[in-house]
């Protein structure tokens, strides 16, 4: 695949090997269609593999989202069709240990809302800079669903077990100041300066050694890789739920904006 095949992410490429990608569906806030999904598990090795690339920093289009997570019809479709659950379940983990396997440092410029599989892109990036004002959850229990994707292996190494016990559980909200106190993302600063901060570190890891940034990349993240067996076991059990009875339910409360009631709750 070359820049020019991808229908959703936009690139710009700019000085010190800095490239600037950005999800591109404002219109839904950038939620991740089936196209989009695949696209997310393709890119890191195309810039991977792109020799004036140094440094990705990745946001979403638009002032209201990074990414709002699954588009709700690609979900509907999802639910209880074992074809698209296991054509899924890979892509997630393609995403996670694709983005792994860059050996490029990865910036992520998290200017709002950031759930599902768009809240794994921003967290999976080796530096998180938040936007003060935005709000991020994993969301997969109100969705009806088990944590999966990246919650599993990241967010104890993040935040520590009580911590991500308590919103991988609930899946209420964080903010950007309340994320980096507890240590979720590596920076928060005010919405406007967001993307001028994620672009200054950037360019500092853009004009660093490259060996020793990349080496230093590549020997932090055995730390998730040692987690695979939880990651796996994670995400097997989250496809498991698409196949139940109380994954239609939340999506059919996410789409007429009330809370759930879960048949296994009843």
């Known amino acids: 695949m070359n820049y020019a095949d991808f229908q959703f992410l936009t690139f710009d490429h700019k000085a010190d090997g800095v490239v600037l990608v950005t999800l591109n569906r404002p219109e839904v806030m950038n939620a991740t269609n089936a196209r989009l999904h695949w696209e997310l598990t393709k890119i890191w090795a195309v810039l991977n593999d792109d020799p004036k690339v140094r440094v990705i ?8 989202a990074f990414s709002a997570g699954g588009d709700l019809a690609w979900i509907s479709q999802t639910v209880g069709n074992a074809e698209m659950v296991a054509g899924t379940l890979k892509e997630a983990g393609d995403i996670v240990f694709n983005m792994l396997a860059c ?51 990241l ?13 991988l559980m ?6 950007g100041k309340e994320a980096e106190r507890i ?11 967001l993307l001028d ?8 890891l853009g004009t660093g050694s490259q060996p020793a940034i990349r080496y230093t990349k590549r ?7 040692m987690s695979q067996p939880a990651f796996d076991a994670s995400l097997a ?30």
């Open 57 to 64: 920093v990745v946001t979403g289009a638009g002032d209201r």
């Open 103 to 153: 050996e490029k440092p990865i910036v992520s410029a998290i200017n709002g809302v950031a759930v599902g599989a768009g809240l794994a892109v921003a967290l999976m990036a080796d530096i998180s800079i938040m936007a003060e004002e935005a709000k991020i959850t994993d969301g997969h229990v109100r969705l009806g669903v088990s944590a999966g994707d990246h919650a599993v292996i």
């Open 155 to 167: 967010w104890p190494l993040l935040c520590g077990m009580a911590k991500a016990k308590y919103y």
């Open 170 to 175: 609930t899946a209420e909200f964080v903010d």
């Open 183 to 193: 240590g979720l993302v590596s920076l928060s600063v005010p919405r406007a300066q």
């Open 197 to 204: 901060k994620a672009l200054a570190v950037a360019a500092k």
């Open 219 to 225: 020997s932090l993240n055995n730390w998730m890789r």
């Open 237 to 266: 059990l989250e496809m498991l739920c698409f196949m139940g009875e109380d994954v239609k339910e939340g999506v059919a409360a996410i789409k007429e904006k009330r809370e759930p009631r879960f048949p296994s709750a009843r």
